[in-house]
């Protein structure tokens, strides 16, 4: 069983996501199936696809306008919250020390944080990869933190440029994040592949070890490309 997580970021509607699960729901799948949608779009319910946000607050409630709680989100139905995405660190200035904060709500809230990590360009190039995603995981996972947790390695110069990284370097991401995840007493946390994931290439990431399914962008938001990725492994 893979986790085939799709993140529609600023697109769609309530009508569009209706209708993606109702195509979603004649697949024959023993995969679990997320979509992380914009907030406005939580509350549309199916027993088939599970529902998340793509951020939630760090705050618990009061002034802070235009925030969402986490509770909030759990009082849609939603199980499910990305936090730290690429587009949230790089546009909205988010830290680990955020995100952590963030997942932290998710946890309290009864809600399944995606905790992404992963590293820019210039880190690539700088040789420093490892080194991010080592910081990312340990910092970015709240210190309480049970195995009810999901980490997403998206490394952020590949998403939504087509580019991937080859199959050894993806394999030497996740085998990290797993052996740091072991050593904070959270083995078997899944470890979900993020960025340019296409039905062309779905179940060649996901046969590499360690990599427990897979977080989609843009080839999310249409029926035609993500079935294709939620059917390319059993
Ligand atoms: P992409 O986005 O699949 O469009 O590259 C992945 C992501 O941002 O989660």
Redo the contacts with the bound molecule.
């Keep these: 069983m893979k986790i085939i997580a799709g ?1 529609w970021k600023m697109n769609g509607s309530r009508s569009a996501l209706e209708s993606m699960i109702h195509d979603l729901e004649s697949v024959d799948t023993e995969n679990k199936v997320i979509l992380c949608v914009p907030f406005t779009m939580l509350g549309v319910k199916s027993d088939r696809v599970a529902t998340g946000s793509q951020d939630v607050s760090a705050h618990t409630h009061g002034a802070f306008t235009g925030e969402v709680s986490a509770a909030m989100v759990a009082d849609t139905g939603a199980k499910y919250a990305i936090v730290g ?2 587009e949230r660190r790089a546009y909205h200035n988010e830290t680990n020390d955020i995100v952590r904060a963030k997942a932290t709500q998710a946890l309290a809230n009864g809600i399944t944080p995606i905790i992404c990590v992963g590293e820019t360009m210039d880190e690539k190039q700088a040789g420093k990869t490892m080194e991010i995603i080592e910081s990312g995981v340990r910092e970015s996972i709240p210190t309480d933190a049970s195995s009810d947790i999901i980490i997403a390695y ?1 490394p952020r110069w590949a ?2 440029a087509g580019l991937t990284p080859t199959d050894a370097e993806i394999e030497e991401a996740h085998t990290l994040i797993a052996n740091i995840l072991a050593d904070m007493g959270l083995a078997g946390t899944p470890v979900l592949y ?4 296409k039905g062309s290439n779905a179940a060649q990431i996901m046969s590499i070890p360690n990599v427990d399914g897979v ?5 999310s938001l249409k029926s035609d490309d993500f079935i294709p990725i939620i059917t390319s492994v059993k």
């Excluded at 993020?194 to 994931?197: N, Y």
């Design positions: 993140n995405h690429s998206e998403i939504g993020g960025a340019s994931v977080l989609v962008g843009g080839a």
